[in-house]
């Protein structure tokens, strides 16, 4: 199997050096990012994760689109896919969001990307473009937590490919890797700033794969 090209380019979130993925098929990318008091600690490395990500994806040339989720007690903000198409730099912009803190409403999320994000109405269009959905937690799940693993379940029996960074020096792998569609391939460990352009690079080239 091929791997993807990732060729190395210079972006504009605080200088950080990112990784453009050049795939040769597009994909779309929804991240869901957990902004609870658990990780109060790590919002700017979630965040700059976050940024990462986007450098690494080939927007402005509508190879990929963007969605994302924020929550914690409850939902924060959604971006949908269809809002900053070939828009890179203002998607970045926009990655700034009230760190709230709270409890850890992952199923709620996983819910909205489903139910909202990942809406025909709204651009998701899996059976030409491959969607991929990212979670960014460290896995405590501490609302209805009985329904996060089947909300993970019901997103992947729509065809998309859903993957796990886990953040958070304590850290609950049960709940992230059963979230991923493949424990074994799709589960990262971001536990500093240090790892973030290390974790982002291997995510792009797995969500780069056909």
């Not at 504009?12 to 050049?22: E, I, M, P, Q, Y």
């Not at 998607?91 to 909202?116: C, I, P, S």
């Not at 240090?194 to 982002?200: L, M």
Request: aromatic content about 10%.
């Amino acid at each position: 199997m091929n791997r993807p090209t990732i060729q190395l380019s210079w972006g504009c979130a605080k200088s950080r050096a990112v990784f453009v993925v050049d795939c040769g098929h597009n994909f779309d990318v929804v991240m869901i990012l957990d902004l609870s008091g658990s990780v109060q600690d790590e919002y700017e490395l979630v965040i700059e994760f976050a940024r990462a990500v986007v450098q690494g994806l080939d927007i402005d040339n509508n190879s990929s689109r963007f969605g994302l989720v924020t929550f914690a007690t409850n939902v924060s903000d959604v971006i949908y896919m269809d809002e900053y198409i070939g828009q890179k730099q203002s998607l970045l912009d926009a990655l700034e969001f009230y760190h709230e803190g709270g409890y850890t409403n992952t199923q709620a999320a996983l819910y909205t990307v489903r139910t909202a994000v990942l809406d025909p109405l709204r651009g998701f269009c899996n059976q030409t473009v491959a969607t991929r959905v990212v979670l960014v937690s460290d896995g405590f799940s501490n609302i209805m937590h009985e329904n996060t693993l089947p909300e993970a379940s019901l997103i992947k029996n729509l065809g998309v490919l859903m993957y796990s960074v886990v953040i958070n020096q304590e850290h609950d792998m049960t709940e992230m890797e059963g979230v991923a569609s493949d424990p074994t391939k799709y589960v990262y460990q971001l536990l500093n700033a240090t790892y973030i352009e290390e974790v982002a690079r291997a995510l792009l080239r797995d969500l780069c794969q056909p």
